[in-house]
């Protein structure tokens, strides 16, 4: 099996991609900050599956991560991550110096759009600029004709879909399920975190959506009492700090007076000294929802 | 002589440039918002001796003027435009609407570099996020090669040129020398708003730089001489309001405690109901300045 080009150069990157193109190879672009889960190599797969070439950037973007957050203990598993996308077979992985994406001065950025202002926005003040700066960077540096990003991270979708939309960048996007351990918990590089302990209070946050969904769909429609049971659940799971509950419209995430035909439901809960985030997309189907009116 | 060919679409004008730019064409581009005078066309003319293809966008852009600012009455010569457009073998030119480049929600937005918070960006708080916003918007519907701009908009071309570097933009940029009349006035759409009262004293700006050059270059290094002196000389020429007179470093903008090697005099002032600004960079060598030392 033929190893990955990696690319460190943003410049060797850029004519890779523009002269594979030239010759009519359709790219798929997977930006991730390594440390690979089965999450991750599900866009890869999808990515194979849609484009003709895959390029998967492996980048700890420091802009995307508040003071005090987990930047320095962010895992770097690069032998792993290398080792798991030559059996996926990926064609080019570019891993950037921090330095030559942030050279000194470097201070234009991406504001992103609404959607970015509530739940991690509030929490993580600078989080979604930073990804959004990076994203778009990226998607310079990589000219690919696809992107794909796991709904795990459901707001960041939104500011993506946004900042694509709003900025005219020529891209399609994917969006693609959260991929879980057979017990519900969502993957996620953080996990690495979990002692086994956490880890079983960590399925706190599955079970919360999954008790939420099922109500709903037994004909709960007020927010309020399935947010309330939510939590309910992720308390009993004995979760260390809850910083959001928010049944939300699944496009625009504003809050709901009643649930609609789709909305989303998002948390944010701290496990020891780990922060987890998981969603879940509750769909009522319009019949069903107006026989309940 | 063939008309330019006029697209108000943003997928066509996309397609456009991709297809041709498929088949070798290097395109240039040059960003405007009409009412089209000779300084651009000399970007007209510069783009063409450097490009194979010339893509010219008018777009008078709604998010760079400020509340109380000329957006309603900031001129549109769309025939004229046009003609001038052709006559200089102009191959696209690109006309959206304002609802097709900021539809319903579009929030997303550029935040310039650290370079536009002073001057213009004191008096005009958001102006230059809309202009970093629709620069990049305009170079993703447009992907030129290469594109020009004028040193009028000195600040401009430094916000530009930051985006371009911090943000990736795979383009080439090349800022022009300001256009000015026989009596040294800058060319600038804003010049039609004069009477011939204002016309005369709008001359106190380009008379001011060329009086602070001619002092420079006579030795004075201090800057704050330098900038009094200036200020004099539109005082004199009976502008009715000044916002600023500056001597900055010609690539960062921050002030200087001694005229250094490359130094950029700006100025904006008001003259009746139009505001005005214009700038000149005082080159003194570095031999010369030592020897002032």
Redesign the interface.
């Known amino acids: 099996m033929p190893s990955p080009t990696v690319v460190h150069d ?1 410049d060797q990157a ?1 004519l890779t991609i ?1 002269q594979s193109r ?1 010759q009519g190879t359709k790219w798929g672009l997977v930006p991730t900050m390594g440390a690979l889960h089965d999450g991750h190599l599900s866009l890869v797969q999808a990515a194979r599956e849609t484009c003709d070439a895959v390029a998967v950037t492996i980048f700890v973007n420091p802009t995307q991560f508040g003071p005090g957050e987990d930047l320095d203990r962010y895992p770097r598993t690069w032998e792993a991550d290398l080792a798991a996308l030559e059996q996926h077979q990926v064609d080019l992985v570019f891993a950037p110096t921090i330095e030559s994406m942030y ?1 000194p ?10 959607v970015a202002a509530d739940l991690e926005g509030r929490f993580r003040p600078d989080h979604f ?1 930073g990804v ?2 990076i994203v ?2 990226l998607f ?2 990589l ?1 690919a004709e696809h992107a794909f990003f796991g709904q795990k991270d459901y707001q960041q979708c939104l500011v993506v879909r ?2 694509v ?6 891209i399609h996007l994917s969006f693609r399920p959260t991929v879980r351990e057979a017990d519900g918990l969502a993957l996620s590089s953080r996990n690495r975190y979990l002692s086994d302990v956490d880890r079983q209070r960590a399925l706190g946050l599955s079970r919360a959506l999954a008790a939420a969904a099922a109500r709903a769909h037994q004909g709960e429609r007020d927010p309020q009492r399935l947010e309330a049971l939510a939590t309910q659940v992720l308390e009993d799971a004995g979760v260390d700090r809850i910083d959001y509950v928010a049944l939300r419209d699944a496009d625009t995430l504003v809050p709901l007076k009643e649930l609609a035909d789709r909305a989303v439901m998002l948390i944010a809960a701290h496990v020891g000294a780990t922060r987890l985030i998981d969603n879940r997309v509750i769909s009522v189907v319009a019949s069903e929802a107006a026989s309940q009116g």
Chains 1, 2 share one sequence.
């Open positions: 943003l850029y523009m030239a050279p001065g470097c201070t234009t950025r991406v504001r992103p759009s609404d600029e959004a700066t778009l960077k310079q540096v000219p946004d900042m939309r709003d900025l005219n960048l020529p």
